[in-house]
């Protein structure tokens, strides 16, 4: 079937503008993640939902940057007055319910470039 | 709080020999760690991971890890490199809490195989 998809692929902004980043989970998966990757860095957690509600956000570096998951589905991530230190690639992975027993399954990521 | 860190953050061997790749954890509480590899412009993917049990976890593509808690270390290792095997390795540590699996990661070692 058909695995976690991320759109854009790639996102060039400029400094200061508004983005958002769609992550199209596997269906039937309750829980999404999203993930921050920096240039030669690991993955750092942002934020988790089970279902429609956030579960955890603590990995949110400020209140520029908010998600949303309005149906248990799809969940958009969403990033104001970008600054160039945002540049990073964004993962976002489902797994089939919260906690370890649960793969989670990363999608391909979105490139979001500040300039 | 947890963290992750892999010695090494390019390994390079002959195809057919040993690979071995290092990560050492931090954590509080039992941990569980795990393996993911990421080839260009795909996802994560799970290669292996230790909850409780057995210390010697097996996992896909011939990879295999071992849980030494007195090392604080979880190692991976292949014994015969393929080329295929070249892309980048993370390490990753969560804990059983409040029901989301918040992966830490390490900040990757990527492997070369030299043909």
């Known amino acids: 079937g058909a695995g976690v998809s991320q759109t854009p692929s790639n996102k060039v902004t400029e400094k200061g503008k508004y983005v958002e980043l769609r992550c199209d989970p596997i269906?039937?998966?309750?829980?999404l993640y999203w993930y921050r990757q920096s240039l030669g860095q690991g993955p750092e957690f942002l934020i988790y939902f089970q279902g429609t509600g956030a579960a955890d956000d603590s990995g949110l570096p400020n209140d520029r940057f908010f998600a949303v998951r309005p149906e248990g589905s799809v969940s958009t991530l969403k990033i104001q007055r970008t600054e160039r230190g945002d540049s990073a690639v964004y993962l976002c992975a489902s797994s089939l319910s919260g906690g370890l027993s649960y793969e989670q399954y990363f999608g391909p990521g979105t490139r979001l470039t500040v300039t | 709080a947890q963290s992750v860190t892999q010695l090494g953050s390019h390994v390079s061997v002959s195809e057919g020999a040993l690979v071995l790749l290092r990560c050492n954890y931090s954590?509080?509480?039992?941990?569980?760690l795990f393996w993911y590899v990421q080839y260009p412009n795909q996802g994560l993917q799970l290669l292996l991971k230790?909850?409780?049990?057995?210390?010697l976890v097996k996992g896909i593509n011939g990879f295999e890890a071992e849980f030494k808690k007195s090392e604080t270390s979880f190692h991976l290792t292949k014994p015969s490199a393929h080329m295929s095997d070249a892309a980048e390795y993370f390490c990753a540590v969560s804990d059983d809490m409040g029901g989301a699996q918040k992966l830490v990661f390490g900040q990757g070692t990527r492997l070369t195989i030299n043909p």
């Open positions: 269906s039937g998966h309750t829980a």
């Open positions: 954590s509080s509480v039992p941990p569980y």
């Open positions: 230790y909850t409780t049990g057995a210390t």
